[in-house]
C-alpha cells in the first residue's frame, strides 16, 4: 500500500497546495480539496492490490493445504458458521505484532532504543 501510494505522492506538484494555502484555505482544506482527489486513485489501487493479495492467499492455501488445518481455512470455515472469539484473538495479535514490529523499526531508524546490539546480542 505504502509504495503504490508512495509513487503517486512522488508526482505531486506542491505548489498547488502552497497557492491554496495563499488564497486563504487551512491547510486541512487544501489536502482534501487538492492532495486527496490527485492521490485517491493510488488509494483505490492500493485497495484493490490488496484484495487481490489476500484473496490468492486463501486460494493458494486451499489448493495446497490437502488435509492440514490452515489459518486462512479455520477462518473461512469460522465465517461461515459464526465467527468464534478465537478469530478476533488471532486477529488481534497478528495485528499487534505488525504494530510492535514497526513501533521498534521506527525507534531504531531515529536512534530512540539506544544501544540496540548489546540488548540483543548480536550485531544489527
Same mark, same amino acid.
Given at each position: !500500500? !505504502? !509504495?503504490t501510494v508512495k509513487a503517486r505522492t512522488s508526482g505531486l506538484d506542491t505548489n498547488l497546495e502552497d497557492a491554496a494555502q495563499d488564497l486563504g484555505a487551512t491547510p486541512l482544506t487544501s489536502f482534501w480539496t487538492i492532495t486527496f482527489p490527485l492521490i485517491f486513485p493510488g488509494i483505490m489501487a492500493a485497495g484493490l492490490l490488496v484484495f487481490v493479495l489476500s484473496l490468492d492467499d486463501y486460494v493458494v492455501t486451499v489448493f495446497n493445504a490437502g488435509g492440514t488445518g490452515m489459518f486462512p481455512l479455520w477462518i473461512y470455515g469460522?465465517?461461515?458458521i459464526g465467527v468464534p472469539p478465537e478469530v478476533n484473538i488471532m486477529g488481534t495479535?497478528?495485528?499487534a505484532i505488525g504494530v510492535v514490529y514497526a513501533i521498534v523499526v521506527l525507534l531504531r531508524d531515529r536512534g530512540l532504543l539506544g544501544d540496540l546490539k548489546k540488548f540483543a546480542g548480536r550485531r544489527m
Amino acid at each position: !500500500v !505504502v !509504495v503504490t501510494v508512495k509513487a503517486r505522492t512522488s508526482g505531486l506538484d506542491t505548489n498547488l497546495e502552497d497557492a491554496a494555502q495563499d488564497l486563504g484555505a487551512t491547510p486541512l482544506t487544501s489536502f482534501w480539496t487538492i492532495t486527496f482527489p490527485l492521490i485517491f486513485p493510488g488509494i483505490m489501487a492500493a485497495g484493490l492490490l490488496v484484495f487481490v493479495l489476500s484473496l490468492d492467499d486463501y486460494v493458494v492455501t486451499v489448493f495446497n493445504a490437502g488435509g492440514t488445518g490452515m489459518f486462512p481455512l479455520w477462518i473461512y470455515g469460522a465465517s461461515r458458521i459464526g465467527v468464534p472469539p478465537e478469530v478476533n484473538i488471532m486477529g488481534t495479535l497478528i495485528f499487534a505484532i505488525g504494530v510492535v514490529y514497526a513501533i521498534v523499526v521506527l525507534l531504531r531508524d531515529r536512534g530512540l532504543l539506544g544501544d540496540l546490539k548489546k540488548f540483543a546480542g548480536r550485531r544489527m
